[in-house]
């Protein structure tokens, strides 16, 4: 299997580079606020790398910094699930949406405020929110170990 590479996406398209750049920043700064500047950096670099080439160089470099420990599959997950979540957010909002569906993947880990939301239709955007429509403060995938996704709706 060939994997898309950041050159692919994410440089044909600086301002989404620039997004998910500042996202991946604001992410490890809120998540990591015990470690120096420079292992943060680490962290930054192996994130998006890692976002498109597999998760063993965020793992790998979580280990470096950390050391071997039971949390550490986890935090590679979100490392690389979370920007990739507002990545796609960020794609079905250039592509003109203003509605999306909430979709878990429907199994028994889905967390219950999760479970709730699934099929239902929501504002992407504040300014879309209607009384059928509400805006969510959060989105599908944007929080700790979520596997939820955001089906656009590109015709209303
Ligand atoms: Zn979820």
Known sequence: MEYVTEN?????????YN?????ISDYVNKHFPNINADKRKMIKSATLEGIFSG??????TLENIFGYHSNLYQMTLDLQGRPLAFMTRYKIIAAGAKYYYWRTVEDTKVRASHKKLNGKR??????YATKKCPY??????SEHSCRCFMEGILNV
């Open 136 to 141: 969510l403060q959060i989105y599908p995938g």
């Open 55 to 60: 998760s063993k160089t965020i793992g790998k």
């Open 8 to 16: 692919d996406l994410l440089n044909e398209n600086p301002d989404l």
């Open 19 to 23: 997004s998910t750049v500042g996202f």
């Open 122 to 127: 929501f504002a992407i955007l504040p300014k």
